[in-house]
Structure formats: C-alpha cells, structure tokens
Antibody, heavy 119, light 110 residues
Framework: EVKLVESGGGLVNPGGSLTLSCAASGFCFSCYDMNWVRQAPGQGLEWVSTIATAPNGPTYMYHADSVKGRFTISRDNAKNSLYLQMDSLRVEDTAVYYC?????????WGQGTLVTVSS | QSVLTQPPSVSAAPGQSVTISCSGSSSNIGNLHVSWYQHLPGTAPKLLIYDNTKRPSGIPDRFSASKSATSATLGITGLQTGDEGDYYCGSWDSTLTAWVFGGGTKLTVL
C-alpha cells in the first residue's frame, strides 16, 4: 500500500525542540520531492518546507520564512523517511503537521501529527 | 494574508454546481502550474487537480478546473453532501521560492 505515516508530535514548551518523522512505503521514496505542510487550529494549509533531490546531484531544501533558521527538513532515502527538526518552537507553531509527496503538486498526504507548543 | 486569494465560502444545494476562484500573480499562477486540494473534516488533504486541469486517477469528472492568466477556477457539478469541506488552490511561487496556498474556501452543501 502506498502511504505516508507521520510521528513525533506532542506537547512542548515554547523555546523547545521536536523532531517529526514521516515513514514512506509502497513507492520509490528517493524518486520524489517531499514536503511538510501544516494547519494551525482554525486556519488554512501553510507550506513549511520542501526537500528536492536530483538524481546524482545535490539536495535542495526550501523553508517558509516563518520557520527559516528554526526548522530543518531532511531525508534518509535508505530508510524511506522524511524528517523535520524543529527548534526554538513558538506558540504559533502549534498545528497539525502533514507529510506530503511531490514537487509541483502534492499527490499523497499522511494523516498528520499534532504539535502543541504551550507552557 | 495568503498569496493566493480564494473566497472564504461558497454554498449550493445537492445536485447543483459551484465554482471556486483562485487569484494570484505572474510569480505563481501566471507562469506556473496550479493544483487543487480537498480537505474534508478529519481526513488528510486530497489532490483533486494538478497541472492546472488534470485529474488524478480516481477523481470523478464532477471535478474540473481551468486557468486563465493569473487566475484559476475549480468547478464541482452534481454536488453531494459528502463534498462538504475545505478546498485549496496551490502553486509554486518563483519570487518567494516557496509553495503557496490560497486561504481555503469552505463548501457547504445545503
């Protein structure tokens, strides 16, 4: 079955850190760009980060201005896994974080993992 | 304030049709592909349209889309109560070097 499963969410204090993981299965993980997209309570979808991999070439990473310098996207193709290292977390980072496959469009999404930043 | 502009809500009766607009600029919709997503309560977002007008396999032809200049439109015909949810347009923005979404449109099937 083709799927993405996120994990690692939870409650964290402001200023704290958390690492999200996304396990991919059923498809060629290394063949696709991957993304993190979040949805804060009562808000719309917000793109967070993209990691693009060119065959035999460098890996490109892009981050939204709202998380630049605090969040880092990475991937381990051998483990079919995507990660989001989140540091210096703020209350406004509270959201459901989705892992999504694709470059120009996201054609496969996980169910999401909830991150709550609160004291 | 989203880079792509959508109406906050639309509504129609079962069996009727609706359209949802998405307005952008030359940095995104005007020169790059648009995609549309359906986000029903309690579920993961689902890709409805890619490359401006194409439907992934499994998406019924009740869903269609078009693009003109810096705007795009999603159309849904034969509305069903199960279509109630939020709909988002998305595109890459070459100036921001970022993926951008519209603010989302809440569809109510009366």
């Amino acid at each position: 079955e083709v799927k993405l499963v996120e994990s690692g969410g939870g409650l964290v204090n402001p200023g704290g850190s958390l690492t999200l993981s996304c396990a991919a299965s059923g498809f060629c993980f290394s063949c696709y760009d991957m993304n993190w997209v979040r949805q804060a309570p009562g808000q719309g979808l917000e793109w967070v980060s993209t990691i693009a991999t060119a065959p035999n070439g460098p890996t490109y990473m892009y981050h939204a201005d709202s998380v630049k310098g605090r969040f880092t996207i990475s991937r381990d193709n051998a483990k079919n896994s995507l990660y989001l290292q989140m540091d210096s977390l703020r209350v406004e980072d509270t959201a459901v974080y989705y892992c999504a496959r694709g470059g120009r469009e996201a054609d496969l999404w996980g169910q999401g993992t909830l991150v709550t930043v609160s004291s | 304030q989203s880079v792509l502009t959508q109406p906050p809500s639309v509504s129609a009766a079962p069996g009727q049709s609706v359209t949802i607009s998405c307005s952008g600029s030359s940095s995104n919709i005007g020169n790059l592909h648009v995609s549309w997503y359906q986000h029903l309560p309690g579920t993961a977002p689902k890709l409805l349209i890619y490359d401006n007008t194409k439907r992934p396999s499994g998406i019924p032809d009740r869903f269609s889309a078009s693009k003109s200049a810096t705007s795009a439109t999603l159309g849904i015909t034969g509305l069903q109560t199960g279509d109630e949810g939020d709909y988002y347009c998305g595109s890459w923005d070459s100036t921001l070097t970022a993926w951008v979404f519209g603010g989302g449109t809440k569809l109510t099937v009366l």
